[in-house]
C-alpha cells in the first residue's frame, strides 16, 4: 500500500489565483467603469454642453413643423430619451433634471392640459435665457 504524502501545493495553487485575479480586477477596473458609463465616465461641461446642444438644438423647428399635438408629444418624448442618454458631469445634474422635468410637462400639456403646457414653454424659456447654450 502506498502512503500519500500531505503537501501544500494546492493551497499554494488557491492563493496565486487569488492573488492573479485581484491584481487583474484592479488592472482592469477603470477601464470596466468606463465601459459601463458608455465608454466615458467622465465628461467635461464643453463636452456636455455640446452634447445637450446637439440633442436640443432643432427642438423649435421640429415642433413647429409637426401637425399634430400627437406629433409634437412624439417629438418632445425623442428628445427627452435623447437627453436621459447623455451622461452628465455633477455641475450639471440640477440642469439637466429641469430640462428632463420640464419636456415631461410639455408632454403632458400636448395631451391637452393647457395649463401644463404654458408653465412648460414658459419654464423652458426661462431655461434658454438662463443657458443660451440649450438650442
Do not use: C
Amino acid at each position: 500500500m502506498m502512503s500519500h504524502h500531505r503537501t501544500l501545493f494546492p493551497l499554494l495553487v488557491v492563493a496565486l489565483t487569488l492573488a492573479l485575479g485581484t491584481m487583474i480586477f484592479f488592472s482592469f477596473r477603470e477601464r470596466f467603469e468606463s465601459t459601463l458609463n458608455n465608454g466615458n465616465g467622465h465628461i467635461d461641461a464643453v463636452e456636455y454642453e455640446a452634447n445637450a446642444h446637439a440633442a436640443l438644438k432643432d427642438l423649435r423647428v421640429h415642433l413647429a413643423a409637426a401637425p399634430s399635438d400627437t406629433d409634437r408629444a412624439a417629438i418632445l418624448q425623442q428628445t427627452q430619451q435623447a437627453l436621459l442618454l447623455l451622461i452628465v458631469p455633477s455641475d450639471y445634474k440640477d440642469v439637466h433634471l429641469e430640462m428632463v422635468m420640464t419636456l415631461a410637462q410639455w408632454i403632458a400639456g400636448e395631451a391637452g392640459d393647457a395649463e401644463k403646457l404654458s408653465t412648460a414653454q414658459t419654464h423652458w424659456e426661462a431655461l434658454i435665457a438662463q443657458y443660451p447654450w440649450i438650442e
